[in-house]
């Protein structure tokens, strides 16, 4: 069964530069799986960053940026601001309908 | 603006049945597919059923196929998950959200279902 794959946690400091990813515990991670991202605090509804593997959502800045590294889907911050710090989850469309969860990183800005 | 607001969560017994609706108002949904997420305690997102813009395709995850029925109703501009034999494993907050850009685009607050 596949799963997907992301960094349980990532730190990064205030103002710099950080890359989460998104892989396949079987196989590469393509545009066709559609990439998209999003933001949760627990308590708070998720929202979305990026959709269709770049399509930044309205109102998010452009300092997060989404993209396909290699075979992982990649959520680039730059510029990391305090109330950055959440969980992050990718989503990957894997056809038929059928959409899969990576199980999220927790972003630390410090 | 775009609002989603999900009602019907509560407290069931294992095997009980719960009905949970995702009242919209800013957009039409039967102009987008709609999805249901949940989050179990202390677990990540697991995407659940997405039903399409016609309402004539539902897709449902493995773990919740044969029990739960994902479906809408037009008229009252509102997403619906019946929940049938539910388990333990089903406790989580319920999220609607509805489809763009090839991705989930707007989400409601959430309902917690404990089971």
């Known amino acids: 069964q596949t799963v997907v794959t992301q960094e349980p946690s990532f730190s990064v400091s205030p103002g710099g530069t950080v890359t989460l990813t998104c892989g396949l515990t079987?196989?590469?991670?393509?545009?066709?799986?559609?990439p998209s991202w999003y933001q949760h605090t627990p308590g708070q509804a998720p929202r979305t960053l990026i959709s269709?593997?770049?399509i930044r959502s309205s109102g998010v800045p452009n300092r997060f940026s989404g993209s396909v590294l290699g075979n992982k889907a990649a959520l680039t911050i730059t510029g990391a601001q305090a109330d950055d710090e959440s969980d992050y989850y990718c989503?990957?469309?894997?056809?038929?309908?059928?959409?899969?969860f990576g199980g999220g990183t927790k972003l630390s800005v410090l | 603006e775009v609002h989603l607001l999900e009602s019907g969560g509560g407290l069931v017994q294992p095997g009980g049945s719960l009905r949970l609706s995702c009242a919209a108002s800013?957009?039409?949904?039967?102009?987008?597919?709609t999805t249901w997420v949940r989050q179990a305690p202390g677990k990540g997102l697991e995407w659940v059923s997405t039903?399409?813009?016609?309402?004539?395709?539902?897709h449902y995850a493995d773990s919740v196929k044969g029990r739960f029925t994902i479906s809408r109703d037009d008229s009252k501009n509102t997403l619906l998950l019946q929940m049938n034999s539910l388990k333990a494993g089903d406790t989580a907050i319920y999220f609607c959200?509805?489809?763009?850009?090839w991705g989930f685009g707007s989400w409601g607050q959430g309902a917690l279902v404990t089971v």
């Open positions: 079987s196989g590469s991670v393509s545009t066709g799986h559609y």
């Open positions: 039903i399409s813009n016609t309402g004539r395709v539902t």
């Open positions: 800013g957009i039409i949904l039967s102009d987008y597919a």
């Open positions: 989503a990957l469309y894997m056809g038929g309908g059928i959409w899969l």
């Open positions: 269709g593997t770049n």
């Open positions: 959200a509805n489809h763009i850009n």
